[in-house]
């Protein structure tokens, strides 16, 4: 089956891109350099094509009942032009997906994963017992992330002041929605750009300084912010309370009967389990599937990898509740020594948690 490719395929091309299958799309794995990459969003800004993500307008008036019953996350009390992280969840609480949505003037944007389109698509049909209208969009979208993204995005169009949209805000400007969010623990913006208008806007901020960044980096940048990764750390099987994503799980007010709020309620005073990092002490690199070995029992490494910023190989892990300190992970049929730390490990540059060898 042939790939998809992004409006932007010929411009990774040119720029000397490492196109590989993610999710049935094509794009870049790297550009010569996921180190470098990487580290030009931690101290510069880069720039990530990002449209294979599922964009899904929903309108019609009964459309926030519908929202505040499918998702954990309560859209209730969201203003326009403001947004919210929430995941969509399944009867047994475990999570269809993760997701942004935004409240425009007219209508709710959900920004949901690539991987999980149809299911997800599925999912909102079934429940759509209020005859919500559910609209796919074909649309390009870009991230704009690092320090140096408020200058970048400044310039692109000097008629609004950046400095002022907060986090998790966005605001429409010529057709494109630009929504101060991202997947890096940087500041930065994520574009929504009408197709025709994509390649100009990736040659404007290419010719500012933005680094094009690749598969390889977004995953570790976000990976050292502590961000989980659907179908590696949570998924259908996993619930958000296990996940460090309890806080996107809005209880009150009580009478709001969300999906999956009955099992999730039975299940989150009997937490046995939690999702944390770990930092690897000595020669090796972390990786999704390693069994981790504590003094309370096994776990598993839901995300690993090497961190750029630290020089060193870090995970997430899911572990018994009771796991401190320290552990010990199974790699290639050694058990090497790692240390047990709270997620992030690195934010706004910074490098959040200590450790010695």
């Not at 794995?29 to 964009?55: C, N, P, W």
């Not at 002041?161 to 997947?183: H, M, N, Q, W």
């Not at 009580?254 to 309620?265: H, S, T, Y």
């Not at 790699?331 to 540059?349: C, M, S, T, W, Y």
Request: hydrophobic share 40%; glycine share 8%; aromatic share 8%.
């Amino acid at each position: 089956m042939e790939l998809k490719r992004t409006f932007l395929n010929q411009a990774h091309v040119d720029h000397g891109g490492k196109l590989v299958d993610f999710s049935g799309w094509s794009l870049p794995i790297h550009y010569g350099s996921q180190i470098k990459e990487h580290l030009a969003v931690r101290h510069g800004v880069g720039i990530f094509d990002v449209s294979h993500m599922t964009i899904i307008d929903c309108k019609g008036p009964m459309v926030r009942d519908f929202l505040r019953r499918v998702l954990a996350n309560d859209v209730g009390s969201l203003a326009i032009n403001h947004a919210l992280y929430s995941v969509l969840l399944n009867e047994q609480g475990g999570v269809v997906d993760d997701l942004i949505v935004y409240r425009l003037s007219d209508c709710y944007r959900l920004v949901t994963n690539a991987a999980t389109k149809d299911k997800v698509l599925a999912w909102l049909d079934l429940q759509n017992l209020e005859q919500i209208q559910l609209e796919e969009l074909d649309v390009s979208m870009i991230a704009i992330q690092g320090p140096r993204s408020l200058q970048a995005i400044g310039r692109w169009s000097e008629a609004y002041d950046f400095e002022s949209l907060k986090p998790f805000s966005c605001v429409l400007i010529d057709e494109v929605l630009v929504a101060r969010t991202g997947y890096t623990g940087e500041d930065g913006f994520e574009l929504i750009v009408p197709n025709e208008q994509i390649v100009g806007a990736w040659k404007f901020f290419v010719n500012e300084g933005a680094v094009p960044a690749g598969l390889g980096a977004r995953d570790t940048l976000r990976l050292e912010a502590g961000l989980n990764l659907y179908g590696q750390d949570m998924d259908e099987e996993v619930d958000p309370l296990v996940s460090n994503l309890g806080w996107t799980v809005k209880w009150e007010p009580e009478d709001r009967d969300f999906v999956g709020r009955d099992a999730l309620q039975i299940r989150k005073n009997e937490l046995d389990e939690k999702l944390v990092g770990l930092i690897l002490i000595g020669k090796g690199v972390l990786r999704h599937g390693q069994r981790v070995l504590t003094d309370h029992g096994e776990g598993v490494i839901t995300s690993g990898s090497f961190s750029p910023s630290m020089d060193c190989s870090i995970a997430l892990a899911r572990v018994p509740k009771l796991a401190r300190e320290r552990c010990r992970v199974e790699i290639r049929d050694k058990l090497v020594e790692a240390l047990v730390v709270k997620p992030p490990f690195v934010k706004h540059g910074k490098v959040l948690v200590e450790w010695k060898e």
